[in-house]
T-cell receptor, first 114, second 117 residues
Framework: DVKVTQSSRYLVKRTGEKVFLECVQD?????MFWYRQDPGLGLRLIYF???????EKGDIPEGYSVSREKKERFSLILESASTNQTSMYLC?????????????FGQGTRLTVV | AQKITQTQPGMFVQEKEAVTLDCTYD???????LFWYKQPSSGEMIFLIY??????QNATEGRYSLNFQKARKSANLVISASQLGDSAMYFC??????????????FGTGTRLTIIP
């Protein structure tokens, strides 16, 4: 069974803290993605990575950074958490093959910044 | 500009009726893929159906079909004989051409579908 695992289901952090969200996939996928999901806004792409140590900004990268040191792991970093980063964060992965390859998602991390 | 537009924030449909969820997209690529995902209240994202830009036939998967109109840039999801378990959020997504470093998957804002018994 394919698996994308996010390290936490729920997180509560304080304003100004550095926050790490971890995502691991066991499918040997090249592509990995981080999205945030907010009501009425759908899923918005923060960053994506198509190879180890490679990354591309998505649509809303401000306030975030990412790290991909190993193929299976893609980390999202909130350098200094703010209340407007309270959201659901979804990680996904897919094969680098053709446009027909579906993305597999983790269970999501609901982050609350207080 | 929005890459994926879903104009129906919410829909209510009687059980056993067919339902069409709208999706329009914007791309200048010739090669792209369109996806539909379902997100029940539990939160997981479930892949439903895929349509490639070069596919001549509309995709079908069980009760799901994708009404692909390339010239109009629309990729509507049709669910036949709706069931109570179809109540969920539905997202349309697009993956643009296979160029190195351009494998991103863009989502719409979603449609919340509620099936009424």
């Amino acid at each position: 069974d394919v698996k994308v695992t996010q390290s936490s289901r729920y997180l509560v952090k304080r304003t100004g803290e550095k926050v790490f969200l971890e995502c691991v996939q066991d499918m040997d996928h090249e592509n990995m993605f981080w999205y945030r999901q907010d009501p009425g806004l759908g899923l918005r792409l923060i960053y994506f990575s198509y190879d180890v140590k490679m990354k591309e900004k998505g649509d809303i990268p401000e306030g975030y950074s990412v790290s991909r040191e190993k193929k299976e792991r893609f980390s999202l970093i909130l350098e200094s958490a703010s209340t407007n980063q309270t959201s659901m964060y979804l990680c996904a992965s897919s094969l680098y093959q053709d446009t027909g390859t579906e993305a597999f998602f983790g269970q999501g991390t609901r982050l609350t910044v207080v | 500009a929005q890459k994926i537009t879903q104009t129906q924030p919410g829909m209510f449909v009687q059980e056993k009726e067919a339902v069409t969820l709208d999706c329009t997209y914007d791309t200048s690529d010739q090669s792209y893929g369109l996806f539909w995902y379902k997100q029940p209240s539990s939160g997981e994202m479930i892949f439903l159906i895929y349509q490639g830009s070069y596919d001549e036939q509309n995709a079908t998967e069980g009760r799901y079909s994708l009404n692909f109109q390339k010239a109009r840039k629309s990729a509507n999801l049709v669910i036949s004989a709706s069931q109570l378990g179809d109540s969920a959020m539905y997202f349309c997504a697009m993956r643009e051409g296979r160029r190195f470093g351009n494998e991103k998957l863009t989502f719409g804002t979603g449609t919340r579908l509620t099936i009424i018994p």
